[in-house]
């Protein structure tokens, strides 16, 4: 007998570098980036229901902003994978939001990768991981890494993968701002900022990968980059106060999250990202402070 509730965690993640090309005729730009998943995991609960169709519901810090419509990208993901399989779906989903939202720590996108994990074994599909990967593509950039988790590479929009083997666990803490940054919004101000300029290629950093073999944090610290930084602190001034303050606290590296508005500060292990923390928060500079690991793994069933 098939179970009738499935519940999957899903982590966000951190780029460890965001190397942004050229604006493509598509409106994607390519890049080259480095994907590494954290402890902070939404998690999804579906249940096959009485009724026909697709139910959405969310809880968690903020989450009565989120739509529970088709534009959500949960719904999305569910239909997706409905209409790839030919099922006829019956299912209420919980998402419970841990991770910020529009938070530049690809929230949306664990939701997603969760649903597919999870309707997957709600609806025993066994869902080869090729078709899984391309389903989860096309819902978003940031969807395959969601489902992968650990440390990657991603070139493309960033859904083409492939596995960093990296040494080590790393702490992290988080600052967490007041409100969102839209995505579009930031690639938008990262084109601006660079209107009339050459822009190279994108490219993944020797250094860091370096930093990454050996496991050593103060190397990954020095190694952290992001090109849409300059965008997002043009558009919130206070993410370079934030920058400025961890630096002055002495984490390791710090940099805007992916789109923003979340910072990222690397501490050297558990007990210094706790001082971090605690420095962070007194300093009164973000509206929370959450800490994490990494790496951790993508999208799984839990209990
Ligand atoms: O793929 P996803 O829906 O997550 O992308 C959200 C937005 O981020 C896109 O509409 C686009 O404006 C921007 N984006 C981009 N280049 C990428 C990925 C995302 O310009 N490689």
């Known amino acids: 007998m098939a179970s009738d509730s499935v ?3 899903a982590p966000a993640k951190v780029n460890l570098q965001l190397s942004v090309g050229p604006l493509g005729e598509d409106g994607y730009h390519e ?27 969310m809880s968690g810090e903020n989450s009565e902003t989120l739509p529970v419509d088709d534009t959500n990208l949960a719904m999305r993901a569910a239909r997706a994978l409905a209409a790839h399989a030919g099922v006829e779906p019956a299912i209420t989903m919980h998402v419970r939001k841990n991770i910020p939202i529009a938070g530049g720590m690809a929230g949306g996108s664990a939701d997603a990768a969760a649903v597919l994990v999870a309707c997957d074994a709600l609806w025993r599909l066994d869902t080869p991981k090729d078709q899984l990967d391309a389903i989860a593509a096309t819902l978003g950039s940031d969807v395959p890494f969601a489902l992968h988790g650990g440390t990657a590479i991603g070139v493309g929009r960033g859904e083409r993968l492939t596995p960093v083997l990296a040494r080590g666990t790393y702490s992290w ?15 938008r101000e990262c084109d601006r900022l660079r209107e009339g300029r050459h822009v190279p290629a994108p490219h993944v950093s020797e250094l860091l990968m370096q930093s990454l073999r050996a496991g050593d944090p103060m190397l990954l610290g020095k190694a952290l980059s992001n090109d849409l930084q300059v ?4 558009l919130r ?3 370079g106060r934030v920058l400025a303050v961890a630096e002055d606290l002495g984490a390791l590296g710090a940099i805007v999250s ?11 292990d558990p007990e210094h990202a706790l001082d971090l923390a605690v420095s962070l928060t007194s300093a009164d500079v973000c509206r929370t402070v959450k800490r994490a690991d990494g790496p951790v793994p993508g999208a799984r069933v839990v209990g």
């Open 7 to 9: 519940t999957v965690r």
């Open 31 to 57: 890049l080259g980036t480095v994907f590494h998943a954290v402890s902070l995991f939404d998690e999804v609960t579906v249940r096959t229901s009485d009724e026909p169709g697709v139910h959405l519901t």
């Open 173 to 187: 803490v988080f600052a967490l701002a007041e409100g969102g940054l839209p995505t579009p919004a930031v690639y």
């Open 231 to 234: 965008a997002a602190v043009s």
């Open 237 to 239: 001034s206070g993410l």
């Open 258 to 268: 992916g789109s923003g508005p979340t910072c990222a500060l690397l501490a050297r």
